[in-house]
C-alpha cells in the first residue's frame, strides 16, 4: 500500500453486485458476507514519502457474527429493514499475533539517528459494523472496534520522536481524506426507499416476527446514528527508556545515563466521531454518561455564538 497525495474518489457500488447483474443488496452480496475466511499469514507494507511501515498478522479469521458479537446463525447477522432501504451487517477479525514495526525513508526528513518503531502483540480482535442501503449497496455508516488484551510496549526516546514525526507526516493525507468524506457525508445520510426486491423476505433474521414496527425497533436497537471508531485496550504497560548515551560514540560518560518512566493504564479506550457536528446530542455514544449534558449545552451556547458573528 502507498499513501495518497490526493485522496482517491469513492469506490462506488460494491463490484459484487455489479458482477452478479444486479444493483441493489441481494443474494450476491449475502453469499459474499457469510463466508469464513482463514489465513495462515497476512503482510501489509505501506510506503511513504516520510516512512515505511509493515503489519503482519498470524491466524487471520474472518467471520460473520450477530449484533451479540457471538457466531450463530448466518440469517441473525444481519438486520434489514424494507422501510428505511438499509440493512446492517457485523463482523469480527480475530488474530493470534500482530506485529508492526515502521522506519524513516532515506529521502524523508527523520532524524538519520532515529531508531526502527517496532509493537509486537498478542491475541486481538475488530469488531466492524456497517450500515448500507439496499438500493445501491453504498455505506451509510460504519462502526469500527479495535480491541486489545494486556500490551506491553517499550519505547525509547528517539522512537517516541520518531513515532511523532511519523503521525506528522501522515496528518496531512488523513486531513485531506476527512474533508472528502464530510463533503459526502450530508448525501450518504439520506434514506431511500429500496426498490422492490424478492430477496427482502429472505433476509429478515430469526427472532424477528414480520411486523414491520418489530423489525424497525430491532433495527433501531443495534443501529449506528454516525461512523465512528474505536479503540480498547484492556491493560497497556508502556515504558519509555533515555537511550541518548547509546549516541556518544559507544562510550559512557559521567552523568551521561539515562533514565526510564513506566506508565500502566487500564481499560483505556478512544473514541472518535468524525462526523459528528458540534452542538448536535451524543446520547447515542458508546460511553455517554450525565457528565456531557454539560459539556453539550456548552457547545450549543459556542456554536449559536460563532453562528450569530458569521451572520453579522
Not at 449484533?67 to 446492517?88: A, F, M
Not at 538519520?112 to 445501491?136: A, F, H, W, Y
Request: with cysteine; hydrophobic share 35%; proline share 5%.
Amino acid at each position: 500500500m502507498r499513501t495518497c497525495e490526493e485522496p482517491r474518489p469513492p469506490n462506488g457500488q460494491s463490484p459484487i453486485a455489479l458482477a452478479a447483474g444486479q444493483s441493489e443488496y441481494g443474494f450476491a452480496e449475502k453469499v459474499v458476507e457469510g463466508m469464513f475466511i482463514v489465513v495462515n499469514s497476512i503482510t501489509i507494507k505501506i510506503h511513504s514519502k516520510a516512512f515505511h511501515a509493515s503489519f503482519e498478522l498470524w491466524q487471520l479469521q474472518g467471520y460473520s457474527v450477530n449484533p451479540n458479537w457471538q457466531q450463530s446463525d448466518l440469517r441473525l447477522t444481519r438486520i434489514t429493514d424494507p422501510q428505511r432501504g438499509e440493512v446492517l451487517t457485523f463482523k469480527e477479525l480475530t488474530w493470534q499475533t500482530l506485529r508492526i514495526e515502521a522506519d524513516a525513508t532515506d529521502n524523508g526528513d527523520q532524524d538519520p539517528v532515529t531508531t526502527p518503531l517496532r509493537l509486537i502483540t498478542n491475541q486481538g480482535r475488530i469488531q466492524i459494523s456497517l450500515k448500507r442501503r439496499t438500493k445501491d449497496c453504498n455505506v451509510v455508516a460504519s462502526k469500527l472496534m479495535f480491541l486489545l488484551d494486556d500490551l506491553l510496549w517499550v519505547l525509547t526516546d528517539s522512537q517516541l520522536k520518531a513515532m511523532m514525526k511519523y503521525a506528522e507526516s501522515l496528518s496531512e493525507a488523513m486531513e485531506k481524506s476527512a474533508q472528502q468524506r464530510k463533503s459526502l457525508a450530508p448525501e450518504s445520510v439520506q434514506i431511500t426507499p429500496p426498490a422492490p426486491s424478492t430477496q427482502q423476505s429472505w433476509s429478515q433474521p430469526f427472532g424477528v416476527g414480520p411486523n414491520a414496527s418489530s423489525i424497525s425497533q430491532y433495527f433501531d436497537k443495534h443501529d449506528m446514528k454516525e461512523s465512528s471508531y474505536h479503540l480498547l485496550i484492556s491493560r497497556l504497560d508502556l515504558h519509555i527508556c533515555d537511550d541518548s548515551h547509546t549516541r556518544e560514540s559507544g562510550t559512557l560518560k559521567h552523568g551521561m545515563l539515562g533514565g526510564a518512566i513506566q506508565l500502566t493504564f487500564r481499560r483505556m479506550a478512544f473514541d472518535y466521531y468524525p462526523f459528528h457536528r458540534a452542538g448536535d446530542a451524543c446520547k447515542h455514544w458508546v460511553r455517554y454518561s450525565e457528565a456531557m449534558e454539560a459539556r453539550g449545552q456548552w457547545a450549543k451556547k459556542l456554536v449559536s455564538e460563532f453562528q450569530s458573528k458569521m451572520e453579522k
